[in-house]
């Protein structure tokens, strides 16, 4: 059966640079057998999440545009957001995403990367909540406590001791970052991102993350330019009415 974070991995796949995909590219992207690849395909294309093209090919299918525009009509913030993250990917020239929690799992529902950006754009869909500054200041602000911690490399936290240290620093400074802890050489830096609900009043609400990844290599070395105009662009983003 195709796990989730496998089908996760393969509609992350597709983008608008790359709209569709033949078998034996996606296994070479993927790094997976050709028969492996095309069994993915074929259970995605049966469950109506991609369809095969004239010459071959796969594409995402409308059920998948549907199922968007139904969770985003949900989300009255949600437009304004992509927006914004787009504006990040611009000026930062870097990898910009956004992140919610469905229960306790981080997704990332939004990434775009800069043409000049030093990392590749991740595949990655459900995010190790202890590894990433998303997870970070989500669990931080939803004050959930992990069950497991994700030794993705040497630098990961692995201990509820200095998780509890991570998340009093994250609250202090209202932002998070993570270098080298879930891809080595790599760094995110994330800021929550606040969205008014009057449901129940008036609240000020962290709704998702939002931020950039890089190379840790440029992040330590503009990390004081690069938090300063993540901040400030989110927090305009946050003010428009």
Request: charged content about 20%; glycine content about 6%; some cysteine.
């Given at each position: 059966?195709?796990?989730?974070?496998?089908?996760?991995?393969?509609?992350?796949?597709?983008?608008?640079?790359?709209?569709?995909?033949?078998?034996?590219?996606?296994?070479?992207?993927?790094?997976?057998?050709?028969?492996?690849?095309?069994?993915?395909?074929?259970?995605?294309?049966?469950?109506?999440?991609?369809?095969?093209?004239?010459?071959?090919?796969?594409?995402?299918?409308?059920?998948?545009?549907?199922?968007?525009?139904?969770?985003?009509?949900?989300?009255?913030?949600?437009?304004?957001a992509?927006?914004?993250?787009?504006?990040?990917?611009?000026?930062?020239?870097?990898?910009?995403f956004?992140?919610?929690?469905?229960?306790?799992?981080?997704?990332?529902a939004?990434?775009?990367?800069?043409?000049?950006?030093?990392?590749?754009?991740p595949?990655?869909?459900?995010?190790?909540?202890?590894?990433?500054?998303?997870?970070?200041?989500?669990?931080?602000?939803?004050?959930?406590?992990?069950?497991?911690?994700?030794?993705?490399?040497?630098?990961?936290?692995?201990?509820?001791?200095?998780?509890?240290?991570?998340?009093?620093?994250?609250?202090?400074?209202?932002?998070?970052?993570?270098?080298?802890?879930?891809?080595?050489?790599?760094?995110?830096?994330?800021?929550?991102?606040?969205?008014?609900?009057?449901?129940?009043?008036?609240?000020?609400?962290?709704?998702?993350?939002?931020?950039?990844?890089?190379?840790?290599?440029?992040?330590?070395?503009?990390?004081?330019h690069?938090?300063?105009?993540?901040?400030?662009?989110?927090?305009?983003?946050?003010?428009?009415?």
């Amino acid at each position: 059966m195709l796990s989730l974070q496998k089908a996760a991995n393969i509609l992350g796949a597709f983008s608008a640079e790359q709209p569709e995909w033949g078998v034996r590219a996606l296994a070479a992207h993927l790094g997976v057998p050709r028969a492996t690849a095309h069994a993915y395909l074929a259970g995605l294309t049966e469950a109506g999440f991609l369809r095969r093209t004239p010459a071959g090919k796969y594409r995402l299918s409308w059920h998948i545009a549907e199922m968007g525009a139904q969770l985003t009509s949900s989300l009255p913030w949600f437009q304004e957001a992509r927006a914004l993250i787009t504006r990040l990917a611009l000026e930062v020239r870097a990898v910009a995403f956004l992140c919610i929690l469905e229960g306790e799992e981080v997704v990332a529902a939004i990434r775009e990367r800069h043409p000049d950006a030093d990392i590749d754009l991740p595949l990655d869909i459900y995010l190790p909540a202890t590894a990433t500054a998303s997870g970070k200041i989500l669990y931080a602000h939803a004050d959930i406590t992990p069950r497991t911690f994700a030794a993705c490399t040497p630098s990961s936290i692995t201990s509820l001791d200095e998780w509890r240290t991570e998340v009093a620093k994250v609250k202090r400074l209202g932002y998070a970052y993570s270098i080298e802890e879930w891809v080595p050489g790599q760094c995110t830096l994330g800021v929550p991102y606040h969205a008014l609900h009057t449901a129940h009043g008036d609240t000020d609400t962290v709704v998702a993350a939002i931020g950039v990844q890089m190379s840790a290599q440029r992040y330590l070395r503009e990390e004081r330019h690069i938090r300063e105009r993540v901040v400030q662009i989110v927090r305009e983003a946050e003010a428009l009415p």
